[in-house]
Structures are given as structure tokens and as C-alpha cells.
Nanobody, 126 residues
Framework: QVQLVESGGGLVQAGGSLRLSCAAS????????MGWFRQAPGKEREFVAC????????YYADSVKGRFTISRDNAKKTVYLQMNSLKPEDTAVYYC???????????????????WGQGTQVTVSS
């Protein structure tokens, strides 16, 4: 069983920054692929970013590339999402997810992930 707890969401003006954190339980965190997803009202949950078990590989959705940075600290069992130059269209509930048996070094599909956090709200005002 793996528990994921997100934090760091909030209200920010357009152009501002936030850093989300996701603290994980589980003895083998360093073997998980970790991902961030988001879901806006009335929309499907969509991929934002993911990071390989070592942190050496990352992958981003085109909509956030160049603005968001995913990172991880395996000693702290925590994954981060640094969000800069935020836009109103980034408003959503953000979820972190863990893939315990990743088929590839990075994983984009939400259906591959095994565990999810409860989500943290990010609201960007114009």
C-alpha cells in the first residue's frame, strides 16, 4: 500500500509561481515512476509531467513545457512540481500518482498509475 499526500496548492495571480509537493509512503519509493496530473471542472484528468525512478528522465505535456519543472528527492520520498508563469488555464485540481511497475522509463498514461493522492487545488486568477 502506498499513500500519497499533496500540498502547496493555492490561489495565485497570473504570472505567479507555486511549488507543489507530494509526500509518499512505501519502502521502495526510489523505484516508482512518479507523475503529476490535473483535472479542471468538467474536463478529463490530463497528464502534466512525470519523472523516472532516478530523476534522470522527465517528460512534460506541451501545455506546460518550459514553465513547469518536476523533480524528486528519493531520500525524502517526495516529488515536486515547480510551476512558473502560471496562466488561468492552469487552474485545476492537481494530483500526484505513483507507478510501481512502470513499463517504460517515463509513463504518460493515467491508466498505468497504481496510486493517487487526494489532490490539491490550484487557482490562477487573471
Amino acid at each position: 500500500q502506498v499513500q500519497l499526500v499533496e500540498s502547496g496548492g493555492g490561489l495565485v495571480q497570473a504570472g505567479g509561481s507555486l511549488r507543489l509537493s507530494c509526500a509518499a509512503s512505501g519502502r521502495t519509493f526510489s523505484t516508482y515512476v512518479m507523475g503529476w496530473f490535473r483535472q479542471a471542472p468538467g474536463k478529463e484528468r490530463e497528464f502534466v509531467a512525470c519523472i523516472s525512478w532516478s530523476g534522470g528522465r522527465t517528460y512534460y505535456a506541451d501545455s506546460v513545457k518550459g514553465r513547469f519543472t518536476i523533480s524528486r528527492d528519493n531520500a525524502k520520498k517526495t516529488v515536486y512540481l515547480q510551476m512558473n508563469s502560471l496562466k488561468p488555464e492552469d487552474t485545476a485540481v492537481y494530483y500526484c500518482a505513483a507507478d510501481l511497475a512502470p513499463p517504460t522509463i517515463v509513463v504518460v498514461s493515467k491508466y498505468e498509475y497504481d496510486y493517487w493522492g487526494q489532490g490539491t487545488q490550484v487557482t490562477v486568477s487573471s
